[in-house]
């Protein structure tokens, strides 16, 4: 029976037991009269030692086994005579399933950069880093999937195709059937109006909030910013709950208690993969992942935050003043230095706030909130919606927004309105902040961001 690397190393195979194990060489030693290949499957961290000696009737195959070949061994559980392993295979049986030209296969075992890696990145999730990275990355979409699914939230699909802007900026990528070039009319193309690639799941969602009580999307959205920085990708993946009679608190409290939830969850489940970031990409992880589950998270309105900033002896590269939407470093410098912890910014200007937050009985501030924390600076951003057809009409107005192309949205508050609210997490900050890692593109498996689309 074929067994995962995983359950052979956690001693859930008996000694003695005969198996098959699958996986891809790591490295071969040939000594006299027998062979090590040290092998992985993806499924842990750790390799599996495999032993042969020369009197197996398929050696040849494990003299040609080089490195990044693929093999299925079959053999029996030992215990192992070597230091740092508990169990081995000590093989009957080795088969070559595919070779690896040693000459080409660009996956040694040294050190690549991720910059190399990035390039090869159809085969980078062989190697350990970005092994460890898929694998936190789906456990701890389980993660997310299970904190709503106990809170009463039901799971939801919004549509990838959309053909308003939520976010009101012009970021969408643009989806079309005409011929490039051509003349023809927008009535022409296949939706018979402009259509383009979700930017956020949002304005959908609240539809279905406004009927289910609690939803959450977890989906990929997609934005045409020309941003090519280490936070920034064109295709990412965003969890975006949404509650019916709630309010802004009611909102910050989930966001909160969604992080110190997968945080907690990575470090008790994942803690072996988390030990290859703490060890070589952020010494002292740990430290700081338990310091998010350590202290309620400060929160602050923003103009307090803008007051510490602008009166603290630090030397910004944009000068922080009311009005502006705060920077990475202003944001890190709030968590990382001032607080020292994650930071929760609520009632911005209006003027920098997308039309559909709630407008403050100031008439000056919206009900909106990010949540920061360290290393990463925003993680999460939202607000409570503004319930009030009168003053959405104004707003968009103000906006100079198609009412047109919102006359469903804008139904959603003729008939039964209800506060509400939401917020949306891009996962892949998320998986920067548990990792240490300090650029997106290594944490999504084929990054999409301005002038690559490889693979």
């Avoid at 990035?118 to 092994?131: M, P, V």
């Avoid at 383009?196 to 959450?216: D, F």
């Avoid at 607080?339 to 100031?362: E, G, N």
Wanted: glycine fraction near 6%.
């Amino acid at each position: 029976m074929t067994q995962a690397i995983v359950d052979i190393l956690n001693s859930r195979i008996p000694e003695n037991d005969e198996v098959i194990v699958n996986g891809w060489v790591r490295t071969r030693r040939d000594a006299k009269g027998f062979s090590f290949l040290e092998i992985n499957d993806g499924s842990c961290l750790a390799n599996l030692q495999i032993v042969a000696v020369e009197s197996i009737p398929t050696y040849e195959a494990v003299k040609n086994a080089q490195t990044g070949a693929s093999v299925s061994i079959r053999g029996k559980v030992v215990a192992s005579q070597g230091k740092g392993q508990k169990w081995e295979i000590q093989a009957d049986e080795v088969t070559l399933v595919g070779q690896a030209d040693p000459e080409t296969y660009p996956l040694q075992k040294k050190r690549h950069s991720d910059e190399f890696l990035r390039e090869i990145a159809h085969l980078r999730a062989r190697t350990n880093k970005f092994g460890a990275i898929f694998r936190l990355r789906s456990r701890c979409s389980l993660a997310v999937h299970d904190f709503f699914k106990e809170r009463g939230f039901f799971y939801v699909h919004t549509p990838i195709i959309t053909g308003s802007d939520c976010e009101g900026a012009g970021e969408l990528f643009r989806v079309t059937t005409l011929p490039p070039g051509a003349a023809s009319k927008v009535e022409d193309d296949f939706f018979g109006k402009n259509a383009g690639l979700t930017v956020s799941g949002q304005l959908e969602g609240e539809m279905l909030a406004l009927a289910l009580g609690k939803i959450y999307t977890f989906g990929p959205t997609f934005r045409a910013e020309n941003s090519n920085t280490p936070r920034h990708a064109a295709e990412f993946w965003m969890i975006e709950p949404e509650m019916a009679f709630a309010d802004l608190h009611d909102n910050m409290d989930l966001a909160e208690d969604m992080i110190k939830y997968v945080v907690k969850f990575a470090l008790d489940q994942c803690r072996d993969d988390l030990s290859l970031f703490d060890k070589f990409v952020e010494p002292g992880l740990f430290d700081r992942l338990e310091n998010l589950l350590a202290d309620k998270y400060e929160r602050l309105p923003y103009s307090q935050a803008i007051d510490i900033l602008s009166s603290s002896k630090k030397k910004f590269e944009y000068e922080p003043k009311y009005g502006m939407d705060m920077q990475t470093e202003h944001e890190r410098y709030l968590c990382e230095e001032h607080f020292k912890k994650p930071v929760i910014v609520h009632d911005y200007p209006s003027s920098i706030k997308p039309f559909y937050m709630r407008l403050s009985d100031d008439g000056k501030t919206v009900a909106a909130m990010d949540l920061l924390v360290p290393k990463v600076g925003e993680l999460v951003g939202g607000s409570q919606r503004e319930e009030r057809l009168d003053v959405l009409i104004q707003r968009m107005a103000e906006m100079e927004m198609c009412m047109d192309d919102y006359w469903w949205y804008l139904d959603s508050r003729r008939f039964g309105t209800a506060p509400h609210a939401g917020f949306g997490l891009g996962f892949e900050r998320l998986l920067m902040l548990l990792t240490g890692v300090s650029n997106i593109r290594d944490v999504i498996p084929f990054p999409r961001t301005p002038k690559n689309l490889e693979f």
